[in-house]
């Protein structure tokens, strides 16, 4: 199998985050990343560099029907609504609820069909395998991908993508 590019749960250098970010074609996730980290009051474990993870996972899974600038966004949301750092099965929903008070500036480059699929992958990531939307299913994965950090390897039975289900295979093929 070709050998896929890793997906370590390292810190990643802030150069490379805003190489990154660029290259999804965004305005505004770099402030943003920076907004959500402001108000960050949690710990290390889904906080800022698992969010930059995530986008770096999320732009190796893409593929040319992944929307990228979705990717982007879900990375610095999709746990933006955490109230702890163990059990709360709804902070999906409520970072998808949250989507809406940031659709008229911080999110104001997204058309209406891009904040739907950013709001179904917020709100699935919690609770959902996968859906068959490329976009929604990548997001997934990106995040699934970073359960290293936590000592948890990834399943490729519980990935939403074929890629994300090789990713995993390989992770589990080095451990
Ligand atoms: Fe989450
Ligand atoms: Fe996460």
């Not at 930059?52 to 996972?57: A, H, K, P, Q, T």
């Not at 600038?69 to 709360?88: K, S, T």
Request: charged share 30%; hydrophobic share 45%.
């Amino acid at each position: 199998m070709e050998r896929l590019e890793t997906v370590d749960p390292v810190i990643l250098p802030e150069d490379d985050v805003q190489k990154l970010i660029a290259a999804t074609g965004t305005r505004h996730v770099a402030a943003l990343r920076s907004m959500m980290a402001g108000r960050w009051r949690l710990g290390e474990l889904h906080g800022i560099h698992h969010w930059d993870r995530v986008l770096r996972n999320g732009l190796l899974l893409a593929g040319p029907d992944t929307d990228k600038m979705v990717v982007a966004y879900f990375a610095y949301i999709h746990d933006a609504c955490r109230e702890n750092d163990f059990e709360d099965p709804f902070h999906g929903p409520r970072a998808a609820a949250l989507i809406d008070s940031l659709k008229a500036d911080w999110l104001s480059e997204l058309t209406e069909e891009q904040i739907l699929i950013l709001k179904k992958a917020v709100e699935g990531h919690t609770a959902l395998l996968r859906t068959g939307d490329t976009t929604v299913d990548t997001c997934f994965d990106a995040d699934r991908l970073d359960l290293l950090r936590a000592y948890i390897i990834p399943d490729p039975a519980r990935m939403a993508s074929l890629r994300g289900a090789e990713f995993a295979r390989q992770i589990q093929d080095t451990l």
